[in-house]
Nanobody, 124 residues
Framework: QVQLVESGGGLVQAGGSLRLSCAASGRTFSNYNMGWFRQAPGKEREFVAAISWSGNTTYYADSVKGRFTISRDNAKNTVYLQMSTLKPEDTAVYYC?????????????????WGQGTQVTISS
């Protein structure tokens, strides 16, 4: 089992920045590909970004490309999502996820492990 705990959410004005963190515990963190998803009210959960176990490969949804950056620190068992130039449409609950298979994060939205989520609200 892998336990994931997100933090860093909050209320920010449009155009601002926020950094989310996800602390992992349980199994060996560096074995897992990691991802971020989000779910806005009335919408399905959607993929945001992913990073490979080594940190060498990243993927982004088109809607956040150029504004969000995913990174990880395997020594700290933590993955980050730096969000910049935030827009009201970025408002959502953001979830951290972990999986052995990258495709389950980037394509299938079915990673093995999920965090509990952190609320991000962007005011206009």
């Amino acid at each position: 089992q892998v336990q994931l705990v997100e933090s860093g959410g909050g209320l920010v004005q449009a155009g601002g920045s926020l950094r989310l963190s996800c602390a992992a515990s349980g199994r060996t963190f560096s074995n897992y590909n990691m991802g971020w998803f989000r779910q806005a009210p009335g919408k399905e959960r959607e993929f945001v970004a992913a990073i490979s176990w080594s940190g060498n490969t990243t993927y982004y949804a088109d809607s956040v490309k150029g504004r969000f950056t995913i990174s990880r620190d395997n020594a700290k068992n933590t993955v980050y999502l730096q969000m910049s130039t935030l827009k009201p449409e970025d408002t959502a609950v953001y979830y951290c996820a972990a999986a052995f298979v990258m495709r389950t994060i980037v394509v299938l939205n079915t990673p093995a492990y999920w965090g509990q989520g952190t609320q991000v609200t962007i005011s206009s």
